[in-house]
């Protein structure tokens, strides 16, 4: 299972998450470094860490102002591989990505119009590069649009499946940054034996190698992980790591 450590941007700063509730993200205060600036945030977690990829959620993009394009160009330079949510409705907000050849586009289920959109998304991004996420908050689905066949998380997740999606990442807003754990072992269970080729990445309330373990022995591929890592709470001796260069992994 690799660590996937997140940036959420807004205003040009890295800011802490707190249960999905965007209005009261305030700049990160870190173990790590003193800025919240993205480019030096991200430079630290490679130096500290030897994390090479990197999860930005474009917190402005979502909420559907202008995209950091130059900041994603600016960490692509310098060797970064991203998976960039930006907040994406439909095909055409993807293609900016597309051009830039971003390694992972997240097609969020919070911000995309319905499963039509999905499978438009899937053609022009491909299956390999889209990640579809499965946005949830205390467990209930975050759609922004009808359509879908369920209501329920693995409903939805079994739909967006036979649309294409081939990548996943399961994320409970409601855990992020609180402390209180992870919430979606028992459904990235159940995708995982329903579905044994799909990549699966989760996100959500990772306190420390407790959560680790029990995400990878689920069989999550892909863990995201802020909080945790600017707290201290996960050290870099903690994290039994590849060679630098390559995400860590345990």
Known sequence: MHILPVID???GQVVRGVAGRRHEYKPIISQLTESTNPIDVAEVFRG??????LYLADLDAIARRPPA??????????????????????????VP?????VASVIGGLETIAGPAALA????????????????LNGGQPLAAANGWKSTDASG???QAIALGVQRMLVLDLAQVGVGAGVATEVLCSHLRRMHPELEIAAGGGVRGVQDL??????GVDWLLVASALHDGRLIREMICG???GVSPRI
Request: overall charge neutral; proline content about 3%.
């Open 156 to 158: 939805i997740a079994a």
């Open 69 to 94: 394009l130059a900041l994603y160009d600016e960490l692509q330079r310098r060797g970064f591989r991203l998976w960039i949510d930006a907040g994406l409705c439909d095909a055409s907000d993807a």
């Open 213 to 218: 373990a029990l995400m990878r022995n689920v």
């Open 9 to 11: 941007l807004l205003h």
């Open 97 to 101: 990505l597309v051009k830039r050849n």
């Open 242 to 244: 590849e060679p630098r």
């Open 48 to 53: 500290h860490f030897g994390f090479n990829e």
């Open 120 to 135: 438009n998304l899937i053609q022009c991004v491909t299956p390999s590069r889209l990640v579809f996420s499965l946005d």
